[in-house]
């Protein structure tokens, strides 16, 4: 543990917290990808399959639980309780043209070639991914609220600060885990135009808005 996994761990847990809040306070999914947050379910439950097989700490234990419950509650609160505000119409992006290669290249370049290992390939990989229909539905509707993209933002900060949190642990503990690293420079790449967007507006109280596609 360093100062840059825990940032990094309650940046993921305020973009889901503010998510959430989003959701309950407006009573409104709206501009909300319901596909991205079915991936991010899925991620954690792939890759939090060892609660029931590997004890590391409480800390551990206690974040785990809370991001699995945040996913899930998310999932119900789009496709269940609110599922009249949901913006279907846009949020079509193909998810077979994600799950597919992840799970092609999850078998084909892992640690180990054993059921949970595969899984927990399956999930860092698909988290890298998982974003894409968000932004796929802001860029076809043509902007996003203001609290949606704050979200965003703390989750791209997580991915940044996961990156020093392992260049950190290369320097103290000469440990590099090239599955991780390597699928979260791509998934911060993701957020790199969003990065800029949000500075150059959000920040200075304008609304982020993109131009349509043609």
């Known amino acids: 543990m360093n100062v840059f996994r825990i940032l990094g761990d309650l940046s993921h847990l305020l973009a889901m917290i503010l998510l959430l809040g989003k959701i309950w306070r407006s009573k409104c999914c709206a501009g909300i990808s319901g596909k991205s947050q079915i991936l991010f379910a899925l991620v954690f439950t792939t890759r939090y399959l060892d609660l029931f097989t590997n004890f590391i700490s409480i800390y551990n234990t206690v974040m785990k639980v809370v991001f699995l419950l945040c996913a899930y509650v998310t999932v119900y609160m789009i496709y ?3 599922r009249k505000t949901f913006d279907s ?3 079509t992006f193909r ?3 994600l799950l597919v290669p ?6 084909l ?3 180990n070639f054993t059921p949970l290992e595969i899984l927990w390939t399956f999930s860092i990989y698909l988290e890298s991914v998982a974003i894409l229909p968000q932004l796929f539905m802001i860029s076809k509707t043509g902007e996003a609220e203001t609290i949606t993209t ?4 703390f989750l791209g900060l997580y991915r940044a600060l996961y990156l020093a949190n392992w260049i950190r642990r290369y320097q103290t503990e000469n440990f590099y885990d090239q599955i991780a690293v390597v699928s979260g420079v791509v998934q911060t790449i993701f957020y790199c135009d969003f ?4 500075v150059t507006k959000v920040l200075k109280g304008k609304k982020l808005s993109l131009p ?3």
């Open 80 to 82: 269940g309780k609110f």
């Open 89 to 91: 119409e846009n949020d």
């Open 95 to 97: 998810l077979e043209f």
């Open 102 to 107: 992840v799970i092609g290249l999850s078998f």
């Open 109 to 111: 370049e892992n640690y």
């Open 150 to 153: 704050h979200y965003l933002f």
């Open 195 to 198: 990065f800029y967007l949000y």
């Open 212 to 214: 349509m596609p043609i």
